[in-house]
């Protein structure tokens, strides 16, 4: 089985961008917003807006994509914490649906209503919520201003709360901000990359796996820059008196692979131990045309994988399938109930 770990629904119904706009309408006129959150769609339409991913993976090979809510659609830094909460809910149960009505294809990971300036402890009514519809994981936002960067680091006591709930549900946090409202800084093509590195130093810098050695953390997009830097990220943890990256972090921190261009697989791989890469895609994400230099779609992430000829059969197995079940147990659970577990250790 091969588990795509990076997958948004950036395919979903015109219904639930006009809800959308209608919250938002509604923050200048109360008369605008929108009078219901029932969006009338089938479960017809809910499967044909999903088409185009599962499409996508019997064309490329993958099996299951663990799904969540547009990244750039969660919009925390937008609103009031009322219209966040519900924003966030009605986004929920939709990846519910489209995990309910195709559990071949896909598995629930969630968005949490995370408001500037509100203890992210706020969000735990709907992180048990979701845990109690079967979702396997969150994504978690470490800037809710939207690139102004307000919030207290990962490592700060702040998080503390949601951190002790993830583990209890045994859920995995991707750290993945939203949309960007710093015009000098382009959501994918730099808020998005900035936010994985700059993750990945505040967990350098701090000790939080010290309080929580069972916490998971994947840093999509390859890891940002720290694989293209890694001897940096090793040099200021010598600075800073840390532990090596493989006792300060690895055990805790992992990394997927939706890097774009087949030179950049390369070195992830090299750099980073396979055990702490897992295979994601981000399709549909944030470039979807072909590359005229391969005449294959950049975001065809395995394609990649496939032409790394040092990678061995037990690599292969870690990358695509195995280090996808260690790090989201909920759903080596899952898929092992309905008859499809995973090698033996």
Same mark, same amino acid.
């Given at each position: 089985?091969?588990?795509?770990?990076?997958?948004h629904?950036?395919t979903?119904?015109a219904a639930m961008l006009?809800f959308?706009?209608?919250?938002?309408?509604?923050?200048?006129?109360?008369?605008?917003?929108p009078t219901?959150?029932?969006?009338?769609?089938?479960?017809? @339409?809910i499967?044909?807006s999903v088409?185009?991913? /599962?499409?996508?993976?019997?064309?490329?090979?993958?099996?299951l994509t663990?799904?969540?809510?547009?990244?750039?659609?969660?919009g925390h830094?937008?609103?009031t914490e009322?219209?966040?909460?519900?924003?966030?809910r009605?986004s929920n149960d939709?990846?519910?649906?489209v995990?309910?009505?195709?559990?071949?294809n896909?598995?629930? =990971?969630?968005?949490?209503p995370? /408001?500037?300036?509100?203890? *992210?402890?706020n969000?735990?009514?709907e992180? @048990?919520r979701?845990?109690g519809l079967?979702?396997?994981? =969150?994504?978690?936002?470490p800037?809710?201003s939207?690139g102004?960067?307000?919030?207290?680091?990962l490592?700060?006591?702040y998080?503390?709360?949601?951190?002790e709930?993830?583990v @209890?549900?045994?859920m995995?946090?991707?750290?993945?901000?939203?949309?960007?409202?710093n015009?000098?800084?382009?959501h994918t093509?730099?808020?998005?990359?900035?936010?994985?590195?700059t993750?990945f130093m505040?967990?350098?810098?701090g000790n939080?796996?010290?309080?929580? *050695? @069972?916490?998971?953390?994947v840093?999509?997009?390859?890891?940002?820059?720290?694989p293209?830097?890694?001897?940096?990220?090793?040099?200021l943890?010598?600075?800073?008196?840390?532990p090596?990256?493989?006792?300060?972090?690895?055990?805790? /921190?992992?990394?997927?692979?939706?890097v774009?261009?087949l030179p950049?697989?390369?070195?992830?791989?090299? =750099? =980073?131990?396979?055990d702490?890469?897992?295979?994601?895609s981000?399709m549909l994400?944030?470039?979807?045309?072909?590359d005229?230099?391969?005449?294959n779609?950049?975001?065809?992430?395995?394609r990649y994988i496939d032409?790394?000829?040092?990678?061995?059969?037990?690599?292969?197995?870690?990358l695509?399938?195995g280090n996808?079940?260690k790090?989201y147990?909920r759903?080596d659970a899952?898929?092992a109930?309905?008859?499809?577990?995973?090698?033996p250790?």
């Open positions: 089985m091969i588990i795509d770990i990076h997958g629904y950036t979903e119904p006009q959308r706009d209608k919250q938002l309408a509604g923050l200048a006129d109360p008369g605008r917003r219901t959150s029932d969006l009338g769609l089938s479960d017809d @339409e499967i044909k088409q185009p991913q /599962v499409k996508m993976q019997q064309a490329r090979g993958s099996d663990i799904f969540s809510p547009r990244a750039a659609g969660m830094h937008v609103g009322a219209v966040g909460q519900e924003w966030s009605l939709m990846i519910h649906r995990c309910t009505l195709l559990p071949d896909f598995a629930a =990971v969630g968005q949490l995370q /408001v500037p300036g509100v203890s *992210p402890k969000c735990i009514p992180l @048990e979701i845990a079967g979702f396997v994981g =969150v994504n978690l936002n800037d809710t939207g102004h960067w307000n919030d207290p680091p490592t700060d006591r998080w503390y709360p949601v951190y709930k993830l @209890e549900l045994k995995p946090a991707m750290i993945h901000v939203t949309g960007s409202c015009p000098a800084v382009h093509g730099a808020h998005y990359i900035n936010a994985d590195t993750a505040q967990l350098i810098q939080l796996f010290k309080d929580f *050695p @069972e916490l998971k953390f840093i999509p997009h390859g890891g940002g820059a720290a293209y830097h890694w001897g940096r990220y090793r040099g943890a010598m600075m800073l008196k840390k090596t990256l493989a006792e300060h972090l690895l055990k805790n /921190v992992f990394f997927d692979t939706c774009y261009h950049g697989m390369s070195l992830l791989t090299e =750099v =980073v131990p396979v702490n890469i897992l295979f994601g981000e994400g944030a470039v979807r045309d072909i005229p230099e391969t005449g779609y950049f975001d065809d992430t395995k032409q790394i000829g040092r990678l061995s059969d037990a690599d292969r197995y870690k695509l399938e996808a079940r790090v147990p759903l899952q898929l109930k309905r008859g499809k577990p995973g090698r250790a």
